[in-house]
């Protein structure tokens, strides 16, 4: 099994294993062949042709392969190439490998450089969709952190929230900058330090980003259940859950990857060591789907309940409009996604992860700050205040001047 940094970089590093193998054979026949004769009498060498691995034989006689097993190369894999050994050396493979594997159509060059184009586009439109998220969370936590009326638990756990999405768009630009940055460096065995923290640091930020998502959902469950009644002894709790979750899963994977697969960068989203990061995302998601069920189901009766006044129907409403719509709206795409293997939709998966998933941080700033009614009043009371300060400052000013 073919252990890749990157599905893409699996063919290469299948030729690049093959290779070396069989350098190593002829390297030790060398060094045990007795004083080279005339052809006829030391037969073929071993040999590498770049696709397969030829072991020697006398001359006269024939040595068969079959075509590599690798996926989206060859449509044959059981098929049988032959060369005879003559006196003058290994004949050309019969038939040759492109008749008797049958290639895939790999595209042309004009295909080639439309992928290329693509990728260019998209990496721009994420670029762009991350730089508006960070500059919108940090205005977000700006803003809660400046007002001291806004100094709550509720917004505690908004700031933390926002923090997990600066993070995770700060993880995204670190990522290409030491993955991508210099062309020269061949990424398919690239397995530094520097990657493979750049990586940890980016699952860690996913990671964190799902969890904080969980405690919005625990939070809102918490309210509706304690009828408003905020007890500051759970955020110790909430902080507990969205960072150190996240970290205890990143270090165990970290650990795992350390012992059993430390190869590349790390980024190898088909080596089954990745469900150590899958798997709590995906309990995160399916908890909070199950939260989102509860919370719709109490939100109901609370509304239908004639002791609960008008004024406390409209608190439920605004608390839970922003938290209902973020939970499936983060969810169902993973979910979808992790049914199928990591090169089915790749188009659409690098989509919605990274062109739409780049805007998430500002759709949560817009709905948990900027649409925040109680963050609008609260701004426009220091914003009159400011102004009726203003006014009184150049009043007072107007009249030293006038009695001076």
């Given at each position: 099994k073919?252990?890749?940094?990157?599905?893409?970089?699996?063919?290469?590093l299948y030729f690049q294993e093959q290779e070396a193998e069989c350098l190593e054979i002829i390297r030790s026949e060398r060094q045990t062949a007795a004083p080279l004769g005339p052809p006829q009498q030391q037969g073929c060498l071993t040999e590498w042709d770049g696709v397969s691995c030829w072991s020697a034989v006398p001359v006269g006689q024939s040595r068969a392969v079959a075509c590599p097993d690798i996926l989206h190369v060859f449509k044959k894999s059981k098929a049988l190439i032959q060369r005879n050994c003559t006196e003058l050396g290994w004949s050309f493979p019969s038939p040759p490998y492109y008749d008797a594997c049958e290639l895939e159509a790999t595209g042309s060059n004009n295909n080639t450089e439309a992928k290329a184009s693509y990728f260019v586009t998209i990496k721009v439109l994420y670029t762009c969709g991350y730089s508006t998220s960070l500059a919108a969370l940090f205005l977000a936590v700006g803003i809660f952190s400046f007002f001291r009326k806004l100094h709550c638990?509720?917004?505690?756990?908004?700031?933390?929230?926002?923090?997990?999405?600066?993070?995770?768009?700060?993880?995204?630009?670190?990522?290409?900058?030491?993955?991508?940055?210099d062309e020269s460096v061949d990424h398919c065995t690239m397995s530094t330090v520097n990657c493979k923290a750049a990586i940890a640091f980016f699952q860690y930020s996913v990671l964190a980003n799902f969890y904080w998502l969980l405690v919005e959902g625990m939070y809102l469950q918490t309210l509706l259940l304690l009828t408003f009644t905020s007890d500051k002894r759970y955020i110790w709790w909430y902080i507990l859950t969205g960072w150190g979750v996240p970290m205890l899963t990143v270090c165990v994977w970290v650990v795992t990857r350390l012992q059993y697969d430390?190869?590349?960068?790390?980024?190898?989203?088909?080596?089954?060591?990745?469900?150590?990061?899958?798997?709590?995302?995906?309990?995160?998601?399916?908890?909070?789907?199950?939260?989102?069920?509860?919370?719709?189901?109490m939100l109901a009766q609370k509304i239908r309940s004639p002791d609960i006044?008008?004024?406390?129907?409209?608190q439920y409403m605004r608390l839970t409009k922003s938290t209902l719509l973020l939970i499936p709206l983060f969810g169902v795409h993973y979910v979808v996604f992790a049914l199928f293997p990591e090169h089915i939709g790749v188009d659409a998966r690098l989509y919605f992860e990274l062109v739409l998933g780049s805007y998430q941080g500002f759709l949560v700033a817009l709905l948990y700050c900027f649409l925040n009614g109680e963050v609008q009043a609260e701004i426009k009371r220091n914003w009159?205040?400011?102004?009726?300060?203003?006014?009184?400052?150049?009043?007072?000013?107007?009249?030293?001047?006038?009695?001076?």
């Open positions: 073919v252990r890749a940094t990157h599905p893409d970089c699996s063919v290469v638990t509720r917004n505690s756990i908004h700031i933390h929230f926002f923090t997990s999405f600066i993070l995770r768009g700060a993880a995204v630009f670190v990522k290409d900058a030491v993955l991508f940055s430390n190869h590349g960068c790390w980024d190898d989203y088909s080596s089954p060591y990745w469900w150590v990061i899958k798997a709590p995302i995906l309990l995160a998601i399916f908890v909070n789907f199950l939260i989102f069920l509860n919370v719709t189901r006044s008008k004024n406390y129907k409209q009159g205040k400011w102004q009726s300060s203003m006014e009184s400052n150049a009043f007072n000013l107007a009249t030293q001047d006038f009695t001076a």
